[in-house]
């Protein structure tokens, strides 16, 4: 049984490698800059709607990609499934029934799951609308898939249990901050910029960033060129490129935040 069990982590080990491989051969650096949910091209199938929203490479991940899927009532997207990548889910709009590890959990808007790679997960729309989620899959040159299982495997997060903590400029919703398989250190929290506000002076970091804009009106500052962003874009931010957010509506502005390295 475990000559079986170390074989089995060998096997997995090799296919993580080989697909991470193959990846860093077909992705060229994804640009910084908002990518706009109007203008991401659509692709139709019975029962739900995707739009990719960007796809490529990044100093840490040989292959990234964000895609965003609308499932009308009573449908599924796909079958449950496994791969050797990560996936990260956020729901955008309604309620998501998501099974992995023999769990089922229901998430509403703002909720998140993160997956391990090897781990099955699936999704349904239980609900009497359509629900709206975006998926974000990526992959790194090394994987360690010990690390993610050490770091605590996959999980969920519900909106409703988060903590918001105020601050002079509104406040913050800290998500997760921890190690995964393909990522030495993945953070994400939720910041809520009230009218006006900046987040901070424009500056660099090595990890790269992704803003997900959710309520309200803002612009970024990418490289010292001030781009207009709203509801349901993606703001990608490349590693060291300069960069800075503020609130440009009468009302709060609120967006997830996640770094990765």
């Known amino acids: 049984m475990l000559l079986r069990s ?8 090799l296919s993580l490698l080989l697909f991470s491989f193959v990846a860093s051969a077909q992705y060229s650096q994804v640009p910084s800059v908002v990518y706009r949910w109007d203008e991401a091209p659509l692709s139709r199938k019975a029962g739900s709607v995707q739009r990719v929203l960007l796809e490529g490479a990044t100093p840490h991940f040989t292959h990234l990609k ?44 703002g909720s998140i799951a993160l997956f391990m790679p090897g781990d099955r997960h699936g999704f349904e729309n239980r609900s009497t609308g359509p629900v709206t989620y975006y998926i974000m899959r990526y992959e790194a040159a090394g994987p360690q898939p010990e690390r993610g299982t050490k770091a605590g495997g996959s999980f969920v997060k519900h909106w409703k249990e988060l903590d918001y903590r105020t601050h002079d400029k509104g406040g913050r919703r800290d998500v997760f901050d921890r190690a995964t398989a393909h990522s030495e250190r993945f953070e994400m929290h939720i910041t809520t910029l009230n009218e006006g506000q900046m987040s901070h002076p424009p500056h660099t970091h090595k990890a790269a960033e992704i803003l997900l804009l959710i309520e309200g009106q803002a612009e970024e500052s990418i490289d010292g060129k001030w781009i207009p962003a709203g509801v349901g874009d993606i703001i990608f931010l490349q590693s060291n490129v300069p960069h800075a957010i503020r609130n440009t509506g009468k009302e709060p502005c609120t967006y997830f935040a996640f770094q990765f390295e």
């Open 6 to 13: 170390t074989n089995s982590a060998k096997l997995l080990l």
């Open 66 to 109: 964000i895609h965003a899927t609308t499932v009308e009532a009573g449908q599924a997207p796909h079958e449950a499934h496994d791969h050797p990548d990560e996936e990260l889910v956020i729901v955008k709009e309604g309620e998501l029934t998501v099974t992995y590890n023999g769990k089922t959990e229901l998430l509403e808007a």
